[in-house]
């Protein structure tokens, strides 16, 4: 095992330590009978969700995601060559 498959591991875990944290820090979402009934869907707070923190996290857990998916995979070729 060489030095860039130890590196490239040592990011794998990093990233992955990343993407738990912020899906952790991201609230719960209620959907469902509940939500409907007490209106919960259309408040005029959810319109500028688009700028709120949560929204922010769902961004960026995506990019991380993404960036986990595709170390994985190249972690994948690396070492089975």
Avoid: C, Y
């Avoid at 929204?55 to 994985?72: D, E, G, Q, S, W």
Wanted: charged residues 10%; proline residues 1%.
């Amino acid at each position: 095992m060489g030095p860039f498959e130890i590196i490239l591991g040592i990011v794998v875990l990093l990233v992955s330590i990343v993407i738990v944290g912020v899906v952790l820090l991201q609230q719960g979402h209620r959907s469902g009978i509940n939500g409907a009934i007490s209106g919960a869907a259309d408040t005029f707070l959810s319109k500028t969700k688009a700028r709120t923190a949560d929204a922010k996290l769902a961004r960026i857990t995506k990019f991380i995601a993404v960036a986990f998916f595709v170390l994985v995979l190249v972690a994948n070729i690396i070492f089975a060559l």
